[in-house]
């Protein structure tokens, strides 16, 4: 996954390049949504929005947890619980191995970092006489993306291998420096960079380097599908050699943020009065603005991922802001099946085979047999009650197993 330079600056002000790399005939214009227009002005159906406080919410991850930073920590929050990392610094990305990129504090210059499992160890970095280094994107397979900045203004690509060894990207002639943002888990890299006129997005794809007609990117999912913003501003996707531009409600800007991998995209709207509003698009681009905080009206999304969970922040008038997550739609069965196996996979520790039977069996008779499944999540609820009272499980592993198992028996 990625993570953006933060979008709050996109509220400011929206990047444009002069030059169109690709041709110009292949970017399908938006449609100008007004609320007569059809644009959905409301929240999705069933969603439900959760106020996260005084948490600063960055990303999230397919386990639902929540990379942000509070009272200058980086942490992560998971069903209410805030877990934090040391040593400091700032946060950009998270994978769905719980391992977090940013720029990492405490060195004689701010260092690309990792933290994983509470604590956090430096990137090396590449270039001598190093000024500053940052990583702003990671993979599941751990493989992490950002850029070094040297003497002489040198602005440079680097990859970290899953190990931490660091390479440089390539560049392309006339480019005089170039910031990767984010990796998808197919290695693709994706990044603004900086030539002789203005900033332009590259994509870094396999042995091919892409100039795309884009001013801004922020994110990438596996499909390549690119979300930012298009030449002239506004919310933009690059898929298949194609740019389109997001609609917007007719106001003065808006910009992508975030992509999931059923291609659903959230960022940012803003109305005529420069009021921003959290944006939702579907996969086939519809728009819908969603429900902000009671007393906050002004918000950014900034991340979803597959379960369709969003994250981002809300403003008062005053510019007190408040973490938000809005759960967009509710898990199904399947998901949380798939979310309990992957939970009690991660479990070290303890012998945790008999649990893992039980949900493969259940998964087994879900399509044929539903009736079957209860009698098998009740064993399993039994099993980890079991567990937990032999002290096999903490109390936290054993209440988030619970509550999924029961989340699943409500909607057989």
């Known amino acids: 996954m990625r993570r953006y330079t933060p979008i709050t600056l996109a509220l400011f002000a929206v990047s444009a390049c002069t030059e169109n790399p690709l041709d110009p005939t292949n970017i399908a214009a938006p449609p100008v949504m007004t609320a007569s227009a059809g644009a959905n002005l409301s929240a999705l159906s069933g969603a439900e929005i959760v106020d996260l406080g005084a948490f600063s919410p960055m990303d999230i991850n397919n386990h639902n947890d929540v990379l942000g930073s509070s009272s200058g920590a980086i942490v992560l929050w998971h069903d209410g619980t805030l877990t934090p990392f040391s040593p400091s610094g700032f946060p950009y990305a998270l994978n769905d191995a719980g391992q977090i990129v940013g720029t990492m504090d405490g060195f004689d210059h701010p260092r690309a970092g990792l933290w994983q499992n509470g604590v956090g160890h430096p990137l090396p970095d590449i270039l001598p006489s190093t000024i500053y280094s940052r990583s702003q994107g990671i993979n599941n397979a751990g493989v992490a993306v950002?850029?070094?900045?040297?003497?002489f203004g040198q602005i440079r690509p680097v990859v970290w291998a899953a190990d931490g060894t660091p390479a440089l990207l390539g560049m392309l002639p006339g480019w005089s420096g170039a910031q990767p943002v984010t990796i998808n888990n197919n290695g693709w890299i994706a990044g603004y960079v900086y030539g002789a006129s203005s900033p332009l997005v590259a994509l870094w794809r396999g042995s091919e380097i892409l100039e795309l007609p884009m001013s801004w990117v922020n994110d990438m999912n596996d499909a390549g599908t690119l979300v930012g913003n298009g030449v002239a501003g506004g919310a933009a996707k690059w898929s298949n050699g194609q740019l389109t531009l997001l609609p917007g409600v007719g106001g003065a800007a808006s910009a992508a943020s975030g992509i999931n991998g059923q291609g659903e995209i959230v960022g940012f709207v803003m109305d005529a009065s420069y009021a921003s509003s959290a944006a939702y698009w579907s996969p086939d681009d519809q728009l819908t603005v969603l429900d902000a905080l009671p007393g906050f009206p002004r918000c950014i999304a900034l991340a979803i991922n597959n379960n369709?969970?969003?994250?981002?922040r809300c403003y008062s008038d005053t510019f007190?802001?408040?973490?938000?997550?809005?759960?967009?739609?509710?898990?199904t069965p399947e998901q949380l099946l798939d979310q309990l196996q992957a939970e009690v996979a991660a479990i070290s520790g303890t012998n945790t085979r008999s649990l893992m039977a039980l949900l493969d069996n259940a998964e087994k008779h879900y399509a044929r047999n539903r009736g079957a499944v209860a009698p098998l999540l009740q064993a399993f609820i039994t099993q980890v009650e079991n567990m937990l009272r032999r002290g096999d499980l903490t109390a936290a592993q054993a209440e988030s197993l619970i509550k999924k198992a029961r989340q699943i028996l409500a909607q057989l």
Do not use: D, I, N
Request: aromatic content about 14%; hydrophobic content about 45%.
């Open 308 to 312: 369709g969970w969003v994250v981002g």
């Open 146 to 151: 950002g850029h070094t900045f040297a003497v």
């Open 320 to 331: 007190e802001s408040r973490g938000v997550l809005w759960k967009l739609h509710p898990p």
